[in-house]
């Protein structure tokens, strides 16, 4: 943090703010555009692009943005940032083709349109910030390939789990432990939730019922670990992962299995019920004896494997941070490494008929379980990413993990080719 400190104050001194975009005005936009404007004078957030302008006008409006200028062409938003001003658009293309933007966060939760902003953003040589992990466990190793090319960075975020759990896990390196496991900590899970069990709950936290599923049914915690596996190069112990339930995530290790964690290869996993409730925890292992002494007088266990554990994750507060690190440093938060290590893949969650659509994430149809990629190519699984609006063509049994097998696929989808693209890529003995 202390480089990313320096870094900001010369672009401070220099009065050269970084100049931003963010796509979609939901609940995480609002909340970056918020903190932005009121914690980070090094960012300029020079535009707002939504579907739906009045929704971005009303994001900045709430983040406290003294002129916002309706634009749509770059003539107009250039003019903006020249008056310091934040300009709102329903036109994406003008954020691409604005020289003047550094970076791009994506912020719209949505599969397809999220990936085409990504591909958009790196086309256009300017960095991509996502939170989309939704996006990115479906394609994410692609978009980063293409990022590398382009020599742009491809990241998601400081704050979120996966990106908490990254950070901790380079600190664990650098003290000298092997990091052999990663995790979020869930507070509830229960995959047959459906939008109508969550609605009461969405309406009392300003939330959609189907975002709200997805965060209980475990397709959110499936798509995170995804992202987080990719980026650590971790594959999982099982389909699904463990997820055992214990008090407290510091005396964990008992609750897993005993060949759980080995040093020979690291796993992503989840704990249920552990308290502090929230942020990520990571595994790490040494058998050197001086540490081993060390830790144990530093109350750390016997070892060899520790539990070191983030106690908090905040995600639109921190989002800048990331966009900083990427500007400033072109560093990554969290990326893929290179191909996919997991896949995360569609179960059924009641009985379906052949005839029936799918209806995504955090509907009524699937949930999303977590499985290694390569038992993912092997059983042809279709992941929760490209299952929205697929019919099946068979009746599958509640539980079942649906493949591409089992459906039509929706005609003409971009993200389907996009799909094909990177199993193309990375294993191409799978897509033939």
Known sequence: MIIVDRAIQQRLDANQPIRIGIVGAGFSARHIAAQILSAFPVIHLAVIVNRTPEHAQ?????????EIRSVDDVSGLNKAIERGAHAITDNPQVLFDCERIDAVIETTGEVEYGAWVALQTIRAGKHLIALNCEMDATVGPWLKALADEQGVIYTNTDGDEPGVAANLARFVKTIGLDVVGAGNLKGFYDPYRTPETQAEFARQHNQKPRAVTSFVDGTKLSMELTVLANGLGFGVGKRGMFGPSCDDVRHCLPAFPESAFTPERGIVDYLVGAAPHTGAFVIGHSEQPMKAEYLRYLKMGDGPFYVFHTPYHLPQLEVPITVCRAVLLDDTTIAP???????????????????ETLDGIGGFTAYTLIDNMQTSLAENLLPMGVSDG?????????????TYDDVELPKARRIDEWRRAMITRFFPEAAT
């Open 58 to 66: 009303r994001a900045l409006e709430n983040a406290g943005a003294a």
């Open 337 to 355: 490494l290179g191909p996919p290590c997991c896949d995360a893949i569609t179960i059924a969650k009641r009985d379906l008929k052949a005839g």
């Open 390 to 402: 697929c019919v099946l063509r068979r009746d599958i049994s509640k539980d079942s993990p649906i």
